[in-house]
């Protein structure tokens, strides 16, 4: 029976997930673009400069997708965006260094990619404002999928 209940409550818990990864992503990229939270790593405070390759862009894709992610509007297309540049990022220039995330600094990239990638397949969860979305588009007749994630 505690498997019934913990089930009950599994959209609400990966609503709370959704928007605490959201919220951390789009505070990286706010840090980098604007210098606020103590500027861009690297930086001492600064920013990233305008139109450099990558990290000017990163820090777009973190600030935006970081922030549909974190209100659940686009959640799916949003998180696989941002799934893909931790990717990138960890391929790119953490495993230049060493091999294993713990050796190169890139456990953050590990974790936001992984969490995103979850964030494709389960959806919004709770709070979002997919789920809005999916309700007036319910009510108006349309034929909706179900976004609830499905219990083991």
């Given at each position: ?16 997930f ?6 951390l ?6 840090a ?10 690297g ?26 992610v ?26 230049q ?8 600094g ?5 974790m ?8 494709v397949?389960?959806g ?19 034929r909706?999928?179900?976004?609830a994630?499905?219990?083991?």
């Amino acid at each position: 029976m505690p498997s019934a209940r913990l089930n009950s409550v599994q959209p609400y818990a990966l609503g709370l997930f959704r928007i605490v990864v959201g919220l951390l992503f789009t505070a990286h990229g706010a840090a980098s673009l604007f210098g606020v939270f103590g500027g861009a790593m690297g930086t001492h405070g600064g920013t990233v400069a305008t139109g450099t390759w990558p990290g000017w862009y990163a820090a777009v894709i973190q600030l935006v997708a970081g922030a549909l992610v974190l209100v659940g509007l686009g959640t799916r297309g949003a998180a696989l965006v941002a799934s893909g540049s931790m990717a990138f990022a960890y391929f790119d220039i953490h495993q230049q260094h060493a091999l294993l995330p713990i050796q190169n600094g890139g456990e953050p990239a590990v974790m936001f990619c992984w969490a995103f990638l979850l964030l494709v397949f389960t959806g919004s969860g709770a709070f979002g404002l997919d789920r809005l979305f999916v309700r007036r588009a319910g009510a108006q007749g349309e034929r909706v999928p179900e976004q609830a994630p499905m219990a083991a």
